[in-house]
């Protein structure tokens, strides 16, 4: 079947949202009057990329994905065809894919318009990988809050269902396939893929022991892959436009579109669709029309991210995958939240300790009791003006002891902000413990 005509022919790599050859496809239709609908969809050429991957075969949909250098976008960045191909292969098991909708980083709020404003773009995408990867069943795992975008989905299924895009022999190509929505209860635990597993069954939310990895024993013991929303939302284009489409934007090892979210004291906070490699100046003044004050520190990432600096030479840096590396940060879910110069850091980063401290499963030690334990009660005591000489070095040895030995990586996640808030203001930890807090909104936490 041949695919339908690319928005752009890449001449060189697409690195800016303002380059005339970039055509939004992951949002096109958000904010559309109907785009929920199945009627709405068929109409800008749905489900022609499922047409396009079954005319192709499995193999070479996973040949194709690989080829388009799609990465993971739900934080890791682990190369998508790749994560496909580790699928068992004619071993007489049922295939699972799951899609990982719990969506719970702070600072990370795409996902949920690509359910309610497009789900029919999200079952595609499912679709596309329960062919490639020989799969009959698959989940949506969202979590409990997003309410609206649960029904918005159940509606498509349904929709979908009753039109033969799912269920048996799907649009007469012999693959079988059918979805599920399973509701979550809004734990951040649950976006490590086997503690979300274990909620499916009905288990508690703990992390499982690694290996058997997911792809040999996941869901009920049977091969399972597990994505993020827009991962499979953006399998469904490559399928539709192709993988030197893709491959065109972004950069070298960095490629396609992302969603990146902005929030914090800017102009136009919201998401925005721009290609791997746009420059972090340009997403903040250009598409969100610039701060509304000054601003000390940058999340980009999401709040597991480490913090950095704000600078002419840190909005200069490329949002993509490696230069954020490289700047002493990562890309994560691309949930960028500019920090206030009017707040504290040692509060601000209290707020982040105490979000992992009660999300934290309890499963191991190091998270449980250092976690929200020690390093909870350590910030309240900085971050209420109670701070005494040696309790900045007193939470840097406590981090040490926590790094790289927990169970998952919850307690790894809670260090980003920590130590990276440490490095970069040691002056504002240097005066909580005199019992002084930096910035101009300190005074009504302390009285808190």
Request: proline share 6%.
């Amino acid at each position: 079947m041949t695919a339908p005509a690319p928005p752009v022919t890449p001449r060189r790599p697409i690195v800016s949202g303002t380059d005339p050859r970039f055509v939004p496809t992951l949002y096109a239709h958000v904010g559309q009057g109907g785009s929920h609908t199945l009627e709405y969809y068929l109409r800008h050429d749905g489900y022609m990329g499922f047409k396009r991957a079954v005319a192709m075969g499995p193999d070479t949909v996973i040949d194709e994905i690989k080829k388009s250098g799609l990465r993971g976008r739900g934080g890791a960045g682990f190369a998508t065809g790749l994560k496909w191909s580790f699928m068992p292969l004619k071993d007489g098991r049922q295939h699972i894919v799951l899609c990982n909708a719990d969506e719970s980083e702070p600072g990370t709020f795409k996902d949920r318009y690509l359910m309610s404003e497009d789900p029919h773009q999200l079952i595609e995408g499912m679709l596309i990988g329960g062919l490639a990867m020989r799969a009959s069943l698959g989940y949506i795992y969202i979590r409990g809050e997003y309410v609206h975008a649960a029904e918005r989905l159940w509606a498509a299924i349904h929709e979908a269902r009753a039109n033969g895009l799912l269920g048996k022999n799907i649009l007469g190509s012999g693959f079988d396939f059918d979805l599920q929505v399973h509701r979550g209860a809004g734990a951040y635990i649950c976006g490590e893929e086997t503690a979300l597993m274990n909620s499916l069954e009905g288990l508690r939310a703990n992390p499982r022991l690694k290996p058997p990895f997911p792809a040999a024993a996941g869901l009920y013991g049977l091969p399972t892959t597990i994505n993020n929303v827009e991962t499979f939302c953006a399998a469904t284009h490559i399928m539709n436009y192709g993988a030197d489409w893709h491959a065109g934007m972004g950069t070298e090892k960095s490629r396609g579109m992302k969603l990146f979210q902005i929030s914090g004291p800017v102009k136009r906070p919201g998401v925005y669709e721009l290609p791997l490699g746009t420059p972090l100046r340009e997403l903040v003044y250009d598409w969100a029309g610039g701060p509304t004050e000054g601003i000390k520190a940058i999340i980009p990432g999401g709040i597991s991210c480490q913090l950095l600096k704000w600078s002419d030479q840190v909005l200069g840096t490329p949002m993509d995958y490696e230069s954020l590396a490289a700047a002493g940060s990562s890309l994560g879910t691309a949930g960028v939240t500019l920090i206030p110069a009017s707040a504290s850091i040692v509060q601000t980063t209290w707020n982040a300790v105490r979000f992992y401290g009660h999300e934290s499963c309890g499963k191991c030690t190091p998270c449980r009791e250092g976690i929200s334990g020690w390093m909870v009660k350590m910030y309240e005591k900085l971050g209420r003006g109670h701070g005494q000489p040696g309790d900045t070095q007193l939470i840097l040895d406590m981090a040490d002891n926590i790094g790289g030995r927990s169970f998952c990586a919850l307690a790894d996640a809670c260090l980003g902000p920590v130590l990276s808030s440490i490095k970069l203001f040691r002056e504002e930890y240097a005066a909580a413990e005199r019992g002084e807090l930096i910035g101009a909104g300190a005074r009504r936490w302390r009285e808190v």
